[in-house]
């Protein structure tokens, strides 16, 4: 492209999954990428909701790249709801025209469906990149009525960059036709995870040790929110059983969250002080070192849209338990390779997979081996591919071919 295509993201706030890959993409020479964020609330920090906790990201966030804070009141937005993200100066910027596309990542706030209207009334083409999958539960009146209203919504999107297979199913299945969608998978900074995971023995027993994990079990690890949909009990009741078959194994727990003091309890009930250790909100800095002093990462959720943690420990050489509906399952998680499946919610065959690993190093070490060079392949470089093909395509329309 002879001009730098300008491409307008529009995000509720600044990312830590996101921002990294802004910042990438913007080295290319003819992309020139402005984030347009409606609350600056991961900067200055805030109550987040999942975790029950004040959180301030320790990495990073507008380097590389352009952004935009827009208005006086993106100092005191608070994303939540559907509502809680109107901001009316999305409309102005976009109808400024100076960008190529604007991208939305969804439709959860109000200032999505706004900044969707401001590109249609310019004749601006919009991208969408959603997380969205046909395996999320949800009650099937509300789906019926949800993939009908978005089934005509989609009409009116020029390009959707799906973050993998399950969710270009998802497009397909409402009807986008396959030459508008261009894989732009979901990812992470794999570098920085994959340095800073690359630890000395001597290292890891360090981190071991700060924890207070035992030298001589290895460790499962379960990194999430403390909330129903992540079931983290249902990890705690696997190390029971295995407990009571003569598994040694310690789990880690990492993040907080409203369930907090009901896995504690059940820690006392099932008599696992010393095996379980809460770990507490561990900060984006610190997280790869905590991976590369686990053995195996557990992620038992259900309704979950990708599951980005699962590529930050792939990227640690971790293997990985994974339920089957999370959605970057088909993409990352090839059962017997680069981890093992489970059905959400089924606790003895979560205790199976845990075993099978457990049981001796070989197989471990080389699934996690596999997750490693996957995600290798998973990268920041196949976004802009991704994302290059689309903006070739609207700015050259007739040449647009299927993907």
Known sequence: ?????????????????FAPLYAYLNRD???EVTA?????????????????????WDVDLLNGY?????????????????????????????RRGKYDAVLLHGYAYAADVLAFLAARSRGIPVFLRSETHLGLRRQPWKRRVRDGVLSR??????????????????YRALGVPSEKIFDVPYTVDNDRFMKASTLSQDECAAMRQRFGLT???????????????????DVIRAI???????????????????????????????????????????????????????????????????????NEVMCAGVPVVVAEEVGCVPDLVHDGRTGLLMPAGDVPALAAALRRLLAGDAERLEMGRRARDLMAGWSYERCRLGIVAAAHSVRVPDQMSPR
């Open 215 to 233: 030298a001589d079990r290895p460790v499962v690890l379960f990194a999430s929110k403390f909330i129903p949909r992540k079931h983290p009990e």
């Open 36 to 56: 347009l964020y409606c609350s600056d609330f991961s900067l200055r920090g805030g109550l987040d909701p999942g975790f029950g906790q004040a959180v301030q």
């Open 153 to 170: 919504a989609f009409r009116f999107v020029d390009r959707f960059l799906a973050i993998g297979t399950a969710n270009r199913e998802y």
């Open 66 to 94: 352009q952004s935009v804070f827009l208005g006086d009141n993106a100092r005191r937005r608070v994303p939540g709801g559907f509502w809680s993200l109107v901001c009316p100066e999305v409309w102005t910027e976009i």
């Open 1 to 17: 492209m002879a001009e730098p295509f300008r491409l307008a993201v529009v995000n509720s706030h600044p990312i830590q999954y």
């Open 29 to 31: 020479e003819g992309l």
């Open 240 to 310: 029971a059983l295995l407990r009571d078959e003569g598994v040694d194994a310690s789990l880690l727990m990492v993040g907080t969250g409203e369930m907090e003091a009901a896995l504690k309890a059940l820690v006392v009930e099932y008599n696992l002080d010393g095996r379980v250790v809460f770990g507490g909100f561990v900060n984006q800095a610190e997280l790869p070192r905590v991976y590369a002093a686990s053995d195996v990462f557990v992620l038992p959720a259900e309704s979950e849209p990708w599951g980005l943690i699962v």
